[in-house]
Nanobody, 120 residues
Framework: QLAESGGGLAPAGGSLTLSCAASGRIFSIDAMNWYRQAPGSQREMVAGISKTLGTFYDDSVKGRFTISRDNTKNTVNLEMSSLKPEDTAVYFC????????????????WGQGTQVTVSS
């Protein structure tokens, strides 16, 4: 299970930090990503962090957003600064999780999303 927190309202030029915590019988987590979906638009990947591939940022957020993770706590954060009205969207946490079950089942999981609204 993934649970996001930290969304809310911010002025243009302001900052917000999103957090996502994974819980359950987790053996390991490879990639942890942040996606966003604005009204009437498709869900798009904003940033990602992977044990094997490093970090990724969409061009629209490079230099403004920073993704980080704490492997001991199974959490991933997204620090957002210099926010723009076009950053307004529902932000979703996404992770590739291997469960601590007999089969070591691996799947992609999604959080429920958290709303970020940037006022102009």
């Amino acid at each position: 299970q993934l649970a996001e927190s930290g969304g809310g309202l911010a002025p243009a030029g302001g900052s917000l930090t999103l957090s996502c915590a994974a819980s359950g019988r987790i053996f390991s987590i490879d990639a942890m990503n942040w996606y966003r979906q604005a009204p009437g638009s498709q869900r798009e990947m904003v940033a990602g962090i992977s044990k094997t591939l490093g970090t990724f940022y969409d061009d629209s957020v490079k230099g403004r957003f920073t993704i980080s993770r704490d492997n001991t706590k199974n959490t991933v954060n997204l620090e957002m600064s210099s926010l723009k009205p076009e950053d307004t969207a529902v932000y979703f946490c996404n992770a590739y999780v291997t469960l601590a079950d007999y089969s070591r089942t691996s799947s992609w999981y999604w959080g429920q999303g958290t709303q970020v609204t940037v006022s102009s």
